[in-house]
């Protein structure tokens, strides 16, 4: 007698697990397929800025690429991908994010400031200082390490000798506030 209730309880189960709300079937006025499951709600920018200044400029990228990939391709995740990619030292992939960071947003002076550490890591002096100028400009001169920059850029510019006076010293990368890196003497 057992053997044959276990079928009818086994249908009604399945009939009122279809009925709840969790059920088999998603509202047919939900145009969105169901959510991935272990999906955070944590942005990835943040993540991606302590990742940085822990020295964890892969797992950054990782984190700022997730970031992208939740909010779109916006000024702040552009030119957090080029700078992850600065700090890796891969010169050609962040001079083309930051360059597309500072046509979305001509007016956002991080994108401008890093964009002119990668020229000048590059040797391209003029087109650094003029990066340099325009971030100066965006910032109101307000931020010191994009004043400090532009300094550099101009001194290197106009005396051709600088470069060799300033041979002795190594000069690093340093992450600065939210995005911006400054050139520091590594003495």
């Known amino acids: 007698m057992t053997y044959i209730r276990a079928p009818f309880i086994l249908m009604a189960l399945y009939i009122l697990a279809a009925c709840s709300s969790g059920g088999f079937d998603r509202s047919q006025d939900d145009p969105f397929a169901p959510g991935i499951a272990g999906e955070s709600d944590i942005d990835g920018l943040i993540v991606g800025h302590r990742l940085m200044q822990a020295g964890q400029f892969e797992l950054a990228l990782k984190a700022y690429t997730r970031a992208a990939s939740q909010q779109g391709l916006n000024p702040d995740t552009l030119s957090a991908l080029g700078s992850a990619n600065l700090r890796l030292g891969r010169l050609g992939q962040a001079e083309r994010w930051l360059r597309r960071a500072t046509i979305e947003a001509p007016e956002f002076a991080p994108a401008w400031n890093n964009l002119g550490v990668i020229l000048m890591e590059q040797g391209k002096t003029g087109e650094a200082s003029e990066a ?36 002795n010293q190594e000069f690093e990368l340093v992450r600065r506030g939210t995005g911006d890196f400054a050139l520091t003497s590594a003495l």
């Open 132 to 167: 340099f100028r325009r971030a100066f400009a965006t910032d109101n001169g307000n931020s010191d390490q994009i004043r400090e920059n532009l300094r550099a850029a101009l001194a290197k510019l106009n005396d051709p000798f600088y470069a060799e006076s300033q041979e």
